[in-house]
């Protein structure tokens, strides 16, 4: 019986139900509700995958390349590329109720390492204070002719 009462404070807090039902909804709503995020901002790419996913609080974004609406990749230079990419992230982010302001991590894809350093540039220009945990890892290519993909993580506002 204890194990049980415990068990309920710590998947659902102390917060006092009416019935078992609205106790269980609370918590199927709270713990597995995953809506699926589009928006006509970026391109519809017609892999077998969201923009992104909402799950309570949290956005998960698909990695965005700097492509337009077209599906076109946006310039041939890291700065023009990162600019892109990052208002990709903020359109989606939007749509989510969310913002770079509110992003907690990125995980930043580079084909070439030798631009990290204006992408860094770049970077730090376009993302707010206090900027995100972030990874730079360099790649030997992604699945589309780009410079960069950013993979983002952040909380809706």
Known sequence: MA?????????????PYSSESERLDTVMKTHT??????SDA???DPAPYSHGTVHGDTVYLAGQVPDNSNGEIVGDDIETQTRQAVENVEALLTEA?????SVVSV??????????????????ELFPDPKPA?????????????????QVTAVVE
């Open 42 to 44: 970026v391109y519809d």
């Open 3 to 15: 194990y049980s009462l415990r068990h309920e404070y710590i998947i659902v807090g102390c917060r």
């Open 107 to 124: 995980t930043a894809y580079l084909t070439d390492m030798d631009d990290f350093e204006e992408f860094n540039r770049v970077y730090a």
């Open 33 to 38: 509700m995953v809506d699926q995020l589009q």
């Open 134 to 150: 972030r990874a730079t890892v360099g790649v030997t290519g992604l699945a589309v002719d780009a410079r960069l993909e950013l």
């Open 97 to 101: 109720g969310s913002s770079l302001a």
